[in-house]
Structures are given as C-alpha cells and as structure tokens.
T-cell receptor, first 112, second 112 residues
C-alpha cells in the first residue's frame, strides 16, 4: 500500500486566493483526519470523518475553511479566501479504527 | 515584530543510553493515549498507545508509562539509536471521540 497520499506537497499562493488540499486515505480505512501544524500552535485537529461523514469539525478555524469527503478514497480541505495566517503544514491521516492513525507526508502551504 | 513560536524542550542522549520523554496531559477524562514520532519533513508516525486501564505497556525497545493520578505519560526508549532522533508527541482523547489533543512535543537528539 502506498500509504496516505496528499497533494500538492507544496503550495504557494497569494492572499485572497482559493486553496484546495487533497488527500487519498489508505484503502479500507473508515476514518480520515485533517490536521494543521504550526510553530505557534503545534499540531491541531481540524476535522475528522467516519465513513465519509464529518463527525467533529470543532477545530475548523472559521467559515473560510471547509472539508469534504465525497467518497471513501478522497477528501479535500479548502480555504477560501486564504490569508497569511493560514500558512502551515496540513496533514491528512487515516485509520481503520480511529485509533492507530497513519499520517500522510503533509502539504506545506505558504500564503503571501 | 518577531513571532514567538513553540519552544520545544530538547533531550540529548548518548547513543546506546536509555531515553525518557515526558508528557503532562490536560484532560482527566482522557482514557486513550498515543505516542508519535515525527522526523523532519515527515508526518507523525505511531509508536505505541495505552489505555487508562493500564499503567504500563511495552513494545519493541519502547515502553509507555501512565500515571493517572498526576496526569503524566512517559515514553522510554531503550538503547537509543541515531535513527531515534526526532520530535516526539503525546496525544490524548476520551472514549466516544477521536478528537485528539496533541502535546507540544519534545525533540530527541542522539549523540554519537
């Protein structure tokens, strides 16, 4: 198995632009998590899904952030409009049970 | 002005020595805990977990200890190797949810 796949690996954009981050979980995993990691705040859970349904989105910073999981093999995290303070590394992780999570390599986002 | 980021505590150990990394968790209701290892430029990697009905759990070269009285978790690494150099995070959650809260992390440096 290729593990969790995230794209793009790096994204540089200008303030106000829409950013879409993508994730392909490990096949057969029913849970998918989106995290954000910054020097200021460390690693934070944004949202997680179970069987494609959002279970807890209380970590989503504000309405500019949205996440979808249209099927078991694909999820997106969208930021619209993006702001410089959104600059961070965004990780996707998947899990069979919700416990042992397998993280992707992350997307490093820089908003200028 | 200069931004203030998280100051990661650093533990430096000689190769071959044992390492002990500590974590104070925040929620007395948390009953499931995980240790992750994060190497530079990569996503966190699951190391070992423990439930609150246990005080100790052992894996390959790693042991996790849980002290619920003082809300303290530790990770012991035996015969530390250069490949163990990384940032180590603890994470906690409580039953019925997978809304994990991560600690700030400890950087482990293995000296040759």
């Amino acid at each position: 198995d290729a593990g969790v796949i995230q794209s793009p690996r790096h994204e540089v954009t200008e303030m106000g632009q829409e950013v879409t981050l993508r994730c392909k979980p490990i096949s057969g995993h029913d849970y998918l998590f989106w995290y954000r990691q910054t020097m200021m705040r460390g690693l934070e859970l944004l949202i997680y899904f179970n069987n494609n349904v959002p279970i807890d989105d209380s970590g989503m910073p504000e309405d500019r952030f949205s996440a979808k999981m249209p099927n078991a093999s694909f999820s997106t995290l969208k930021i619209q409009p993006s702001e410089p303070r959104d600059s961070a590394v965004y990780f996707c992780a998947s899990s069979f049970t919700g416990e042992t999570q397998y993280f992707g390599p992350g997307t490093r986002l820089l908003v200028l | 002005g200069e931004s203030v980021g998280l100051h990661l505590p650093t533990l430096s150990v000689q190769e071959g020595d044992n390492s002990i990394i500590n974590c104070a968790y925040s929620n007395s209701a948390s009953d499931y805990f995980i240790w992750y290892k994060q190497e530079s430029g990569k996503g966190p990697q699951f190391i070992i977990d423990i439930r609150s009905n246990m005080d100790k759990r052992q894996g390959q070269r790693v042991t996790v200890l849980l002290n619920k009285t003082v809300k303290h978790l530790s990770l012991q690494i035996a015969a530390t190797q250069p490949g163990d150099s990384a940032v180590y995070f603890c994470a906690e959650t409580s039953s019925g949810t997978y809304k994990y809260i991560f600690g700030t992390g400890t950087r482990l440096k293995v000296l040759a």
